[in-house]
């Protein structure tokens, strides 16, 4: 047996926690290795300190106070508080508020360059809506929709927006 197996099995040897065939192997290599024997010395001795010493005391109450502790805090936890983003805010690190800020101004940008189209799209409808005989795919930019197969949403939708002759409805 080798002198980092024997270090790490050391204390198991000590309180006597070792199978037979393992203790035997740890003699045999403590009879041969001085560090060894020195390092199962030390143990001893700090195993007779540990016993020797009296456990402190505790403060009155303690158990109690730290049982009180644990409870509120699974009830914290458990209660389904809603979340608070003043708190969140103000106890968050500075990387976080700074990432946080990013994906907020990043959000905002992507929100404003997908609704660019949308914004446009009143007057475009005002426009096809002046000329007497828009088609009422046309009036409501839904052109990509006359492929719909009957029966689908789609289809149904183009029912709902167009009238019999393919205009739209009022």
Sequence with gaps: ????????????????????SVASEVDSHLRSCPRCRQSLARLRRLRAILGEAEAPSRPEGFAHRVMAS???AANRRSSGAPWDPIRWWRSASAPMKAAAAIVLIV???VGLAMGRDVLSTP???RDSQVTASA???D?????????????SL???YLALVTTRDGEASE
């Design 107 to 109: 959000g905002q940008l």
């Design 135 to 137: 088609d009422g795919l």
């Design 123 to 125: 007057r475009q409808v």
């Design 154 to 156: 789609a289809g149904s």
């Design 139 to 151: 009036v409501y930019n839904t052109s990509f929709l006359s492929e719909a197969p009957e029966g």
């Design 1 to 20: 047996m080798r002198c980092d197996e024997v270090q790490s099995r050391l204390d198991a040897y000590a309180f006597e926690e070792l199978t037979p």
């Design 70 to 72: 644990a409870h509120d």
